[in-house]
Nanobody
Framework: QVQLVESGGGLVQAGGSLRLSCVVS????????MGWFRQAPGKEREFVAS???????LDAYSVKGRFTISRDNHKNTLYLQMDSLKPEDTAIYYC?????????????????WGKGTLVTVSS
């Protein structure tokens, strides 16, 4: 059974940083594309960043230059380093895993999802 568990969310002031983690169990993290999505109150879930098996990354325009996705295959863990946070980054952040080695920006391209971790950025 594949499980994804996010952690690292919390309350931070604008301009601050947080690092989210997503521990994967039940499959090898290194073989598949993985991604981060977020959903703000009253809004649809949106793509944040994705990383392929070969390490290539894909970022949403809204977070480019501020957020960095990475993975530690030995720890079977996905990360999202978030810097220069803005109030509009407030959302529940979800990690997801594909059944393919490439990155992708569509939520329908992902098979497994975590339950999310809440990030709140105060102004």
């Amino acid at each position: 059974q594949v499980q994804l568990v996010e952690s690292g969310g919390g309350l931070v002031q604008a301009g601050g940083s947080l690092r989210l983690s997503c521990v994967v169990s039940g499959r090898s993290n290194s073989e598949y594309g993985m991604g981060w999505f977020r959903q703000a109150p009253g809004k649809e879930r949106e793509f944040v960043a994705s990383i392929a098996k070969n390490g290539e990354t894909l970022d949403a325009y809204s977070v480019k230059g501020r957020f960095t996705i990475s993975r530690d295959n030995h720890k079977n863990t996905l990360y999202l380093q978030m810097d220069s946070l803005k109030p509009e980054d407030t959302a529940i952040y979800y990690c997801a895993s594909r059944d393919a080695p490439w990155s992708a920006s569509g939520s329908g391209d992902y098979k497994y999802w975590g339950k999310g971790t809440l990030v709140t950025v105060s102004s």
